[in-house]
Nanobody, 130 residues
Framework: VQLVESGGGSVQAGGSLRLSCRAS????????IGWFRQAPGKEREGIAY?????????EYADSVKGRFTLTSNAPENMVYLQMNDLQSADTAVYYC???????????????????????WGQGAQVTVSS
């Protein structure tokens, strides 16, 4: 299993970025893909994921709901995170992750990702300046 993020960068507050995650080595029908972020001095937090067991429902944390959109292109093994109206609080390293869909079905954004998402990309820095 391999996950490779791209598309990070710097943007001013109110701007947009799109992150991409190329996933390989597993089946999109049995693994859920999610996006996490970790700001300096803070724990890694989940922000969006595909709930495969819930008919591929896109789940969003309250902090990004209405601003971020998760999409996937399974035939191309790609997952995208469109981020709009970015704010300084969104500054973090963003990670793409994958986990067994049966486990992820029990995941909640208040949970730590360990035990739900087992495979991780290298991360992409997103910096938002005000």
């Amino acid at each position: 299993v391999q996950l490779v993020e791209s598309g990070g960068g710097s943007v001013q507050a109110g701007g947009s970025l799109r992150l991409s995650c190329r996933a390989s080595g597993f089946d999109f029908k049995t693994y859920s893909i999610g996006w996490f972020r970790q700001a300096p001095g803070k724990e890694r937090e989940g922000i969006a994921y595909i709930n495969v067991r819930a008919r591929n429902r896109m789940e969003y944390a309250d902090s990004v709901k209405g601003r971020f959109t998760l999409t996937s292109n399974a035939p191309e093994n790609m997952v995208y995170l469109q981020m709009n109206d970015l704010q300084s609080a969104d500054t973090a390293v963003y990670y793409c992750a994958a986990g067994d869909a049966i486990k992820v079905w029990r995941y909640r954004f208040t949970s730590r990702p360990k035990g739900f998402f087992d495979f991780w990309g290298q991360g992409a820095q997103v910096t938002v300046s005000s």
